[in-house]
C-alpha cells in the first residue's frame, strides 16, 4: 500500500482563521513532507521531517506551523493567512530522505 | 542548487500518437522521479529511476545520468494520459526534490 492521506480535500478560510491540515501515511516511512504549488507552476518545498524531527524549513513565514506528533502523522497549521497563500499543499513520505517519495492528494486552500 | 528543465512545456497530440518528453538537470544525481499530476491535482508515481531504462505499460523512462538527462516515452497515447508531467530530482542537505517546470500533455480524442 502506497498511500498518503490528506484532510480536508478542500478548505476556504478567512484571513483571521486557524486551521488545521492533516496527512498520514501507514507506510512506515520515516520522512515526511509538505510542499506548496501555486497555479501552473511545479511543487516547492515548505519543511521537511525526518525521523520526527524539522529537518529543513525553507523560509517559510510563521503563519504555517509544522507539527510532527508521531511517524504516521504530519500536520500543517495555518494562522492569519494572506490570500496569495492560497495554493495547493501537498503532504509526500518516503522510507527515509534518499528514497521514492510518494505524495497524498493534496488540500486545495483558499484564503479569502 | 541544481537546475531542472522540462521541454517541450506543451505538447497536444491526437489519441493513439506518440511522444516523447524530457529532463535535463544541471548536477549528477543519484534518482530521479517522473510523475504524472491528474486535473484533481494528485502527483501520480510513474517512474523512480536513477539510471537506465525501466518499462511500465505503454511507458517507459530512460535516465543518462553521465549525460544528465531523462527521457520519459508515451505510447498509443490516450486522453487520460492528459495532465501535466514533472521529472524532479533530489537536492539539498535533506534530499528534497527539486521538480522542473512540467510538460502540459493534452491528448485529443
Known amino acids: 500500500d502506497t498511500e498518503v492521506t490528506q484532510t480536508p480535500k478542500h478548505l476556504v478560510m478567512g484571513m483571521t482563521n486557524k486551521k488545521s491540515l492533516k496527512c498520514e501515511q501507514h507506510m512506515g516511512h520515516r520522512a515526511m513532507y509538505w510542499y506548496k504549488q501555486k497555479a501552473k507552476k511545479p511543487p516547492e518545498l515548505m519543511f521537511v521531517y525526518s525521523y520526527e524531527k524539522l529537518s529543513i524549513n525553507e523560509s517559510v513565514p510563521s503563519r504555517f506551523s509544522p507539527e510532527c506528533p508521531n511517524s504516521s502523522l504530519l500536520n500543517l497549521h495555518l494562522h492569519a493567512l494572506q490570500p496569495e497563500d492560497s495554493a495547493l499543499y501537498l503532504c509526500?513520505?518516503?522510507?527515509?530522505?534518499?528514497?521514492?517519495?510518494?505524495f497524498g492528494p493534496g488540500t486545495r486552500l483558499t484564503v479569502t | 542548487g541544481i537546475q531542472v528543465e522540462q521541454s517541450p512545456p506543451d505538447l497536444i497530440l491526437q489519441e493513439g500518437a506518440n511522444s516523447t518528453l524530457r529532463c535535463n538537470f544541471s548536477d549528477s544525481v543519484n534518482n530521479l522521479q517522473w510523475f504524472h499530476q491528474n486535473p484533481w491535482g494528485q502527483l501520480i508515481n510513474l517512474f523512480y529511476i536513477p539510471s537506465g531504462t525501466k518499462q511500465n505499460g505503454r511507458l517507459s523512462a530512460t535516465t543518462v545520468a553521465t549525460e544528465r538527462y531523462s527521457l520519459l516515452y508515451i505510447s498509443s497515447s490516450q486522453t487520460t494520459d492528459s495532465g501535466v508531467y514533472f521529472c524532479?530530482?533530489?537536492?539539498?542537505?535533506?534530499?528534497?526534490?527539486?521538480f522542473g517546470s512540467g510538460t502540459q500533455l493534452t491528448v485529443l480524442p
Open positions: 524532479a530530482v533530489p537536492s539539498g542537505s535533506a534530499r528534497q526534490l527539486t
Open positions: 509526500a513520505s518516503s522510507p527515509g530522505l534518499i528514497y521514492e517519495q510518494y
